[in-house]
């Protein structure tokens, strides 16, 4: 088992997605929301924060491919799961564990652009600024995070690790 050192706690988190969940609330008030939800990484972090929602909210999936067991991102993303409702006319908000070089949510959000949705945003638990390839706004970011590979809530490393209650930096990747 490799040692991981906590880099933000599950009270730090819990504190941040209720704030969060705050100002979500304020800026779609007497609206409805669409949470997509990007698989895997987002599940716990779309629960927490859809909890803490107050108008109506529905939740949709979706996967893409971007690191293997790897730590390099590829540039184009693949779909490997598709939304199951359409878009179009919702206010969708992509929810991510982390945005990293930006790749992924380039292409995402100009994908779902071409759905019509009537607004899409994008809320993010995690933002390391440092690698950032390419230039994406990014609504709402719970933590922004040094670059280091991080593993936990949600993330993995090799598919190992999403169980863990609090975001912490694997100490010894092998
Ligand atoms: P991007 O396309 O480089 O922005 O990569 C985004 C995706 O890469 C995220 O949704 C994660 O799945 C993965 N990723 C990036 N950095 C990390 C990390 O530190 N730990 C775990 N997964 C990461
Ligand atoms: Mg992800």
Same mark, same amino acid.
């Given at each position: 088992?490799?040692?991981?050192?906590?880099?933000?706690?599950?009270?730090?988190?819990?504190?941040?997605?209720?704030?969060?969940?705050?100002?979500?609330?304020?800026?779609?008030?007497?609206?409805?929301?669409?949470?997509?939800?990007?698989?895997?990484?987002?599940?716990?972090?779309?629960?927490?924060?859809? #909890?803490?929602?107050?108008?109506?909210?529905? =939740?949709?999936?979706?996967? /893409?491919?971007? @690191? +293997?067991? %790897?730590?390099?991102?590829?540039?184009?993303?693949?779909?490997?799961?598709?939304?199951?409702?359409?878009?179009?006319?919702?206010?969708?908000?992509?929810?991510?564990?982390?945005?990293?070089?930006?790749?992924?949510?380039?292409?995402?959000?100009?994908?779902?652009?071409?759905?019509?949705?009537?607004?899409?945003?994008?809320?993010?638990?995690?933002?390391?600024?440092?690698?950032?390839?390419?230039?994406? #706004?990014?609504?709402?970011?719970?933590?922004? =995070?040094?670059?280091?590979? /991080?593993?936990? @809530? +949600?993330? %993995?490393?090799?598919?190992?690790?999403?169980?863990?209650?609090?975001?912490?930096?694997?100490?010894?990747?092998?």
């Amino acid at each position: 088992m490799a040692d991981i050192r906590v880099l933000l706690s599950e009270e730090q988190i819990d504190k941040r997605v209720r704030e969060v969940a705050v100002l979500i609330n304020k800026d779609y008030a007497g609206k409805s929301v669409h949470l997509i939800c990007v698989l895997k990484g987002s599940i716990f972090f779309t629960c927490e924060l859809a #909890k803490r929602l107050d108008m109506p909210v529905t =939740i949709d999936f979706m996967q /893409v491919s971007s @690191y +293997g067991s %790897d730590t390099v991102s590829s540039g184009v993303i693949n779909i490997k799961k598709e939304l199951d409702e359409s878009i179009e006319g919702k206010n969708a908000i992509i929810i991510e564990d982390i945005i990293d070089s930006g790749n992924t949510l380039y292409y995402l959000r100009e994908l779902l652009l071409k759905r019509n949705p009537e607004s899409l945003k994008i809320c993010t638990l995690l933002d390391k600024p440092d690698r950032r390839v390419k230039d994406v #706004k990014v609504d709402y970011v719970c933590f922004e =995070i040094p670059d280091e590979f /991080v593993v936990g @809530y +949600g993330l %993995d490393y090799d598919q190992k690790y999403r169980n863990l209650s609090y975001v912490g930096v694997v100490e010894n990747l092998d």
